[in-house]
């Protein structure tokens, strides 16, 4: 997906990069761009203040969809999707959106939109998505960064 690499590109990361390597790069990066050090211009502060902002986004973003970060979580995600129906989902340019009777919600990335048109006429969407999204995609919870928030 064009996001994912567009942050690590930003964070100048590779698609192995570990928990330790993103927080590194990222105190590096905020210690660079933060808005305090650029008091010599209102414009100079705003930019730095916009490429902080986009700086953090990446860095949360690229830390929700890591392998530790979903190995973390990976048995509450196991019995959502084993066990839990799915009561809503959406497609949105490569990025499936799914909701959970229980109230987790979770975001697929890269999923071909032949997979999406496949979920959606299927007979039993659930059997269908355990079978073909679920564990085939990079995904994060968007339910747990709701609750952080």
């Known amino acids: 997906m064009k ?34 050090k650029f008091t010599e ?14 700086i953090i986004e990446a860095y949360h973003f690229l830390v929700s969809i890591a392998p530790e970060t979903r190995n973390q979580s990976f048995a509450e995600y196991t019995i959502t999707t084993a066990t839990s129906m799915i009561v809503d989902y959406e497609y949105h340019q490569q990025v499936l959106k799914v909701s959970f009777a229980d109230g987790n919600v979770y ?5 071909p939109k032949a997979v999406y048109v496949k979920l959606i006429n299927a007979e039993t969407p659930g059997r269908f998505a355990r079978r073909h999204i679920y564990n085939n995609f990079v995904y994060r919870s ?8």
Do not use: C, G
């Open 142 to 149: 968007t339910s747990r960064i709701a609750a952080s928030v």
């Open 107 to 111: 975001e697929y990335f890269d999923v």
């Open 41 to 54: 211009s209102p414009e100079a502060r705003r930019e730095a203040e916009e490429k902080s902002k986009t």
């Open 3 to 36: 996001k994912i690499v567009d942050y690590r590109k930003l964070l100048e990361v590779d698609k192995n990069a570990d928990l330790q390597t993103l927080k590194s790069v990222y105190r590096t990066l905020m210690k660079t761009w933060h808005p305090d």
